[in-house]
């Protein structure tokens, strides 16, 4: 079955302490994504990838890492957490046609306490 | 940068009712595509519909059907006899090389 596959789907953390995301496609799609998702604010993007070792910022990357070391993960790193990065995360992956849709994995809520 | 915007945070429909969600975006680009995604309680992201922006026909997928209007930069999303099953956050989304979205309008169905 295709699917993004992210984890864990809950975190409940400390400020500071180190922390990843997982998420990974069986697709072998091209393009991935990570979106944070906050009420009345939507999904912004933290990162993107267009390939293996190709990585940007988005529109909010303040505090967050990523490595794209192999097609089919996509890591999101929160180095030292503080609780403005609690949220809901998604990541997304897709071809790399551009009409081609997003595929979404389940979501991650973290609280950063 | 693009920008997605979705002016209606909320929106309620009665039951076999129709409702339109408004969205309008911004870009340079001429090839792009637009995609309204559905996002129930689960939290699950679920493909409603798109349109390429070359085509100047409409898409329609059964209730779901949009009003593109490319010059205008707008993309609304119609809603036909409306569903219980149709509550949901929705999101508007442009993609060129990457996806970016709007705020989210959150669809209420009264039975």
């Known amino acids: 079955e295709a699917q993004v596959t992210q984890n864990p789907r809950y975190l409940i953390t400390v400020t500071g302490k180190k922390l990843t995301v997982t998420c990974s496609q069986n697709?072998?799609?091209?393009?991935m994504s990570w979106y944070r998702q906050d009420p009345g604010l939507g999904l912004r993007q933290i990162y993107y990838?267009?390939?293996?070792?190709?990585?940007d910022k988005g529109d909010v990357p303040e505090g967050y890492k990523v490595s794209r070391k192999e097609k089919r993960n996509f890591p999101l790193i929160l180095e030292s957490p503080s609780p403005n990065q609690t949220s809901l995360y998604f990541c997304?992956?897709?071809?790399?046609?551009?009409?081609?849709?997003?595929?979404f994995g389940q979501g991650t809520r973290l609280t950063v306490v | 940068a693009q920008t997605v915007t979705q002016s209606q945070p909320e929106m309620s429909v009665q039951e076999a009712e129709t409702v339109t969600l408004s969205c309008t975006y911004d870009?340079?680009?001429?090839?792009?595509?637009l995609f309204w995604y559905k996002q129930p309680p689960s939290r699950q992201m679920i493909l409603v519909i798109r349109?390429?922006?070359?085509?100047?026909q409409n898409a329609t997928e059964n209730r779901f059907s949009v009003n593109f209007q490319k010059a205008a930069k707008s993309f609304s999303l119609k809603i036909s006899d409306s569903q219980l099953g149709d509550a949901a956050m929705y999101f508007c989304?442009?993609?060129?090389?990457?996806?970016?979205f709007g705020a989210g309008t959150r669809l209420t169905v009264k039975p």
């Open positions: 997304a992956s897709s071809s790399g046609q551009r009409g081609t849709e997003a595929f």
């Open positions: 697709m072998n799609h091209e393009y």
């Open positions: 990838s267009m390939n293996v070792e190709v990585t």
């Open positions: 870009t340079s680009e001429s090839d792009y595509y």
């Open positions: 349109q390429e922006a070359y085509k100047q």
């Open positions: 989304a442009y993609k060129d090389n990457d996806m970016r």
